[in-house]
């Protein structure tokens, strides 16, 4: 049976251990050079690059997100061995994990290290279709010749690669379609690497929950119990037209993953839909000061995300919760797409004026959408604001200053409120 050695990349029949370096992190699967649609995710990415940065935080629990009332954004894997997840709220988090570290996001330095891994993938293949900054989908095939080597050594090439050059590790899913390699890649996190062979598909599945199918959340993992489907055997006992007359489009979509069928290419120029950022505040407020400093510093996230991209946006949007959790949501187009701070953060806080005294507000955010490419942007000046052209230069020499020395080399009054 093929076999491979992570650590050396010596390539050997079947064994449980590398017969050159000793090394038990060995893959061994009957179709181990035939798969080549992987799905990489790096290891608890935000708090990883953070540990990287300070060593300090090596061996402590690690939460990235906001202050008590926010949610996790990520957690290292010692914060996750006691139950915190992403997307709980700080104070169940903290209740959990006392003893964490909260560290703000840095998006300046994961957007950084994302980019380096995207250039690694890059030379695997030119089919990388990028989910987001922590993972993405890749498609081999037709590389062995180009490498000399068959897609699985070239991707356990890349973790080592991320490893040595960036000090961070990704978990591998290898198999033969995109839902199968990302179910694969979840197997034997963190720096883990599983395959899932066309062989298998179906006596993988069968026993598993039909949790495993991406998207299927707590609402509609309810909705398939009440049908009496949990497992994929479940929904092997369901002809494809009753699951499509019972729940729509979706049982089209379950027929076939139940079936490990998924015919999706890997799309290299899938396009992002939008940016955003938001933040749940620890005490509801009304206060038009901190608000502002607020949409101030969302603003330049997302305008430091979009420049990153080099893209920007022709949409402005602003999102509101109140203190009854009813939502608002406000958005306008305008006349020509950007990315600067300056203008998403005139143009959400002439939103926030529309919105009038409707607070308080217990979260707040801010976002662009319709994106296109940056070479269209902010390219005339705007004759009903003269002062707007000045900005626009401030803003260029800030982000100049800025790369050189740090993000922090210059700050806005109001980002301190």
């Known amino acids: 049976m093929p076999a491979l050695c992570r650590d050396c990349l010596n390539t050997f029949d079947t064994g449980s251990r590398c017969p050159v370096c000793r090394s038990p992190r060995c893959l061994s699967h009957p179709e181990l050079y035939d798969l080549s649609i992987a799905h990489m995710d790096c290891d608890a990415f935000f708090a990883s690059v953070e540990k990287r940065d300070n060593p300090d935080l090596a061996d402590k629990p690690v939460i990235i997100g906001g202050g008590r009332r926010g949610v996790v954004s990520t957690a290292c894997y010692v914060a996750r061995i006691r139950g915190v997840k992403s997307a709980m709220p700080m104070f169940k988090a903290l209740k959990l ?70 000090g961070l590790t990704g978990s591998i899913g290898l198999s033969h379609n995109k839902f199968l390699a990302k179910v694969a890649s979840d197997l034997d996190k963190p720096h883990g690497f599983a395959v899932i062979g066309k062989e298998e598909t179906e006596s993988f599945l069968r026993p598993k929950s039909v949790r495993l199918i991406w998207g299927i959340g707590p609402a509609a993992q309810e909705t398939l119990e009440k049908a009496g489907i949990r497992t994929f055997d479940d929904l092997h006992r369901w002809d494809i037209k009753d699951l499509r007359s019972r729940f729509g489009g979706m049982g089209d979509r379950l027929w076939h993953l139940a079936r490990g069928l998924d015919y ?65 949501s406000k958005r306008v187009s305008l006349r020509h797409p950007t990315q600067l701070a300056d203008l998403i953060y005139r143009t959400a806080r002439a939103l926030f004026d529309q919105t009038g005294a409707e607070g308080p507000y217990r979260l707040l955010g801010v976002g662009i959408s319709d994106l296109v490419s940056a070479d269209t942007a902010d390219l005339s000046g705007d004759l009903l604001d003269p002062q707007a052209e000045i900005r626009t230069k401030a803003e260029r020499a800030t982000d100049a200053i800025r790369d050189r020395f740090g993000s922090d080399a210059i700050l806005k009054g109001r980002s301190l409120r």
């Open 97 to 166: 994990c006392p003893d964490a570290v909260i560290v703000r996001p840095r998006f300046d330095a994961y957007v950084e290290a994302s980019r380096a891994i995207r250039a690694m993938m890059d030379d695997l293949t030119p089919a990388v279709e990028p989910l987001s900054l922590d993972e993405a989908f890749m498609d081999l095939t037709g590389t062995a010749k180009l490498h000399g080597a068959p897609p699985v050594k070239m991707l356990a090439l890349l973790v080592k690669r991320m490893k040595s050059e960036l």
């Open 264 to 328: 999706r290419s890997v799309s290299a120029n899938r396009p992002v839909k939008g940016l955003s950022n938001e933040t749940t505040f620890r005490v509801d407020t009304n206060d038009p000061d901190i608000l502002d400093g607020h949409i101030w510093r969302m603003a330049e996230k997302v305008s430091s995300r979009a420049k990153a991209k080099d893209i920007a946006g022709r949409v402005v949007t602003l999102k509101l919760k109140k203190a009854n959790h009813k939502l608002l």
